[in-house]
């Protein structure tokens, strides 16, 4: 059965552009869906669902969105929402295997809002005259991949054609490629980990990788944590080892490596074994020093490269932290643990250093044990979050709770 790759986008200003497309598609051998998602002009190319299927999708209709004189951006609200909802139907039953749209600020902003929708692994391609700056927007914590239109797509040339056939051909060989699948699958663990806190998590990962469980490390720089808990809602792991919780203190304290509210809440939903530790708490992070706001000028700082900086969070901070924490966990519906180094939350925080401060992470764990629920265990181990003997440790208790019938 031939693979379908879906065409998706404004088939009234960028008709030709699909038309192009969609020949080099089926060119390779495989099938198209065009979705128009246009509201100015008619389709240049005939859609097999049409503008009026995707308004209908969002439950609006079309027409008398047209009646009303509706503005161009609940126009194309609407229109993002009902694509979204007919690729991610067609995805979950199996009728599409890749999405690839191409235009401008509006045409990218709509499809990669519906791309964002579908799973990791699905191929996403997006030609956009956007695509060399800032896409953090457009792509999310999503495997989309944004390809440079150089010149605007507006019309067929020398440029636009070698691009768009590049585009075509990027998201044929994805598709054709598909998802290996794995002969010996191994359980999988989603780790957190910053810089200060890599020396631990490398010695956790090696534990559980001879355990013989496939580790998938998270950058806690605010997008990779979301980018976890994304996956643990796809059910992609079987355990989490959160190592560095630093992107919760940080969305509390605005710092630059800020996660969201669901930082730490979809494992506790999911059920998974957990092992939570402390790892960066002690910081908040800025841009260059100049960037620290006024309000945290007299704290320790720390130059983490020319380009990052790091200030110390204080006792109040830490017991706030340890309140909120506290409450996105207790739900837990699966087993959790935790634990704490006492000598350290960071390569930062270890006697001798700028962020060393004993009686802020006693603050911190008193916090933790009276606000948890009792059923949660808070290990306490006189060590610092780097020795490798505290790393072994929290990795042989994730294991043994994954384990446990």
Known sequence: MKKTIVILGCMDTKGHEYAFIKRHIEKEGLKTLVIDIGIIDKATLKPDITRKEVAYAA??????????????????SIMSEGAKK????????GKIDGIISCGGTQGTTMAT??????????PKVMV????????????????????NSVADILGLNKITRKILREAAG?????????????????????ITNVGITTPGTMKAKEV?????????VFHAVGTGGMAMESLIKEGQFNGVLDFATIEVIQEMCGGILA?????????????IPQVICPGGI?????????????????????????????????????????????????????????????????????????????????IYVETLKKELKKDIPVNVLDLDINDPIFAAKVAESLIDMIREP
């Open 170 to 190: 990027a998201v044929c060989g994805m598709v054709k490629m598909g998802i290996a699948e794995d002969k010996d699958e191994k359980s999988l663990i989603a």
């Open 282 to 362: 002690s910081c908040n992070t800025f841009s260059p020093h100049e960037s620290i706001p006024q309000r945290l000028k007299n704290r320790r700082y720390v130059r983490h490269n020319p380009m990052f900086t790091n200030v110390q969070n204080n006792a109040e901070e830490f017991k706030a932290l340890a309140v909120e924490q506290a409450k996105r966990v207790n739900p837990a519906k699966g087993p959790v643990k935790w634990f704490i180094p006492m000598k350290g939350f960071c390569s930062y925080s270890i006697k001798g250093q700028p962020f060393y401060d004993p009686e802020a992470n006693n």
């Open 259 to 271: 996660s969201k509210p669901e930082r730490m809440t979809n494992a506790v939903k999911m059920g």
């Open 86 to 93: 007919i690729v991610i139907k067609l995805a979950s039953e």
């Open 59 to 76: 439950g609006k209709d079309f027409d008398e969105l047209i009646k009303d004189g509706s503005t161009r951006e609940k126009f194309t």
């Open 208 to 216: 559980l990788e001879k355990a013989g469980f496939e580790t998938v």
């Open 128 to 147: 956009s005259t956007i695509a060399s700056g800032n896409t953090l927007n457009f792509v999310g914590i999503k495997d989309i991949t944004m390809i």
């Open 113 to 122: 809002n519906a791309m964002r929708a579908l799973p990791l692994g699905f």
